[in-house]
């Protein structure tokens, strides 16, 4: 090999490999964690160093007649919050997020006030979890699950200073077995390339 051919080999294995981190890499950085962090809700855990179980939700341990009873923690019939991790590949970064107005208490814990749309919604849970409908009325023993639902329905409008603690439930962050994923990758990549 020439001194020319060499030259001429390393520019076009240095393209290639600038093309791999700036473009490639973060689309193929994005599909993974997108990945990563979707099964964590199959997991019903943050997958770092281990998994990391999340409290359960209350509707599963007293589940009543409704469908919420057969999803897992944070999951749903719709499981939008699962379905809105996203990823936008930049210049040589990926951004990952999730654009749920209530995904960061999810991921992060926090308190919640209490709002008159709560209590709307908190009646139309109490229906359900006793499987009725609008206006019939209801049995004299009332399940834990459904009398919590009224008691939220039920809150005086001069109390809706009323807190409700969100225990976190991470989803999205750092995550050691994501960062082994991503180098594991981008090392074959590099391979690739260079002929390793």
């Known amino acids: 090999m020439t001194l020319k051919e060499l030259l001429n080999y390393i520019r076009t294995k240095s ?8 473009r490639r890499m973060p689309v193929i950085a994005g599909q993974a964690a997108k990945s990563h962090f979707q099964d964590n809700f199959r997991k019903s855990g943050f997958v770092d160093n281990g998994l990391k179980p999340w409290k359960p939700a209350k509707r599963l341990s007293n589940p009543g007649k409704g469908a919420a009873g057969n999803y897992k923690t944070l999951t749903s019939g719709r499981n939008h919050l699962f379905g809105s991790v996203k990823y936008i590949p ?3 970064a990926v951004t990952i997020r999730n654009d749920v107005e209530y995904a960061a208490i999810h991921n992060e814990g926090g308190t919640i ?5 709560m ?4 009646w139309w849970q109490y229906y ?3 499987g009725l409908k ?3 009325k209801a049995p004299k023993s009332i399940p834990e699950d459904a009398e919590r639902w009224r008691r939220l329905a ?3 409008k001069s ?4 807190k409700i603690d969100m225990p976190k439930r991470q989803f999205i962050g750092e995550s050691k077995e994501l960062n082994d994923k991503i180098t594991g990758r981008l090392d074959r990549e590099l391979e690739k390339i260079w002929n390793l």
Do not use: H, Q, Y
């Not at 006030?113 to 749309?117: A, R, S």
């Not at 209590?119 to 908190?122: I, R, T």
């Not at 109390?159 to 009323?162: A, D, G, S």
């Open 15 to 22: 393209e290639a490999t600038e093309n791999l981190m700036r």
């Open 90 to 92: 930049g210049d040589a």
């Open 113 to 117: 006030d209490v709002t008159p749309k």
């Open 119 to 122: 209590k709307k919604f908190g």
């Open 128 to 130: 359900i979890a006793l």
């Open 134 to 136: 609008k206006g019939e």
């Open 154 to 156: 039920l809150t005086k």
């Open 159 to 162: 109390r809706l200073n009323i």
